[in-house]
C-alpha cells in the first residue's frame, strides 16, 4: 500500500525558513518518475511548487525560485521541500505527490499518489 506522509510544516514570521518532509511507503522514490509538491491556500486553487525527477532534474514555480529547493534522499526514501526567505503569501496547506510514470511537471491529475497535507503559516 503506497502512502505517503508530510511534515515539517507550522508558523514562521516572514523571512524565515522550514523542511517540510514527505516519507514514502509502498514504493521507492528512486523507481518513480516525478515526485513533487504543491500547495493550497484558502479560496485558491491547488499549484504546483516543486518536483523532481528520477533523474534528479527539478522545476519549480516562479514565485519560488531562488527561495525552495526540493530534494530526494533515497536511503531514507524521503522527499524535501526546503523553503527559505518565506513570505506571507507562502502560506498554504502544502502536499507531497509521487507518480510511477513520466509526464508534465505539476500535471496534478496525472500524480497518482498524495500525502494528507502539512500546514505553513507565515505572519508578517
Known amino acids: 500500500q503506497v502512502q505517503l506522509v508530510e511534515s515539517g510544516g507550522g508558523s514562521v514570521q516572514a523571512g524565515g525558513s522550514l523542511r517540510l518532509s514527505c516519507v514514502a511507503s509502498g514504493f521507492r522514490y528512486s523507481s518513480y518518475c516525478r515526485a513533487g509538491w504543491f500547495r493550497q491556500a484558502p479560496g485558491k486553487e491547488r499549484e504546483g511548487v516543486a518536483a523532481v525527477d528520477v533523474f534528479s532534474n527539478t522545476r519549480y514555480a516562479d514565485s519560488v525560485k531562488g527561495r525552495f529547493t526540493i530534494s530526494k534522499d533515497h536511503a531514507k526514501n524521503t522527499l524535501y521541500l526546503q523553503m527559505n526567505s518565506l513570505k506571507p503569501e507562502d502560506t498554504a496547506m502544502y502536499y507531497c505527490?509521487?507518480?510511477?510514470?513520466?509526464?508534465?511537471?505539476?500535471?496534478?491529475?496525472?500524480?497518482?499518489?498524495w500525502g494528507q497535507g502539512t500546514q505553513v503559516t507565515l505572519s508578517s
Open positions: 505527490a509521487a507518480e510511477q510514470s513520466c509526464g508534465t511537471w505539476f500535471g496534478q491529475n496525472e500524480y497518482s499518489y
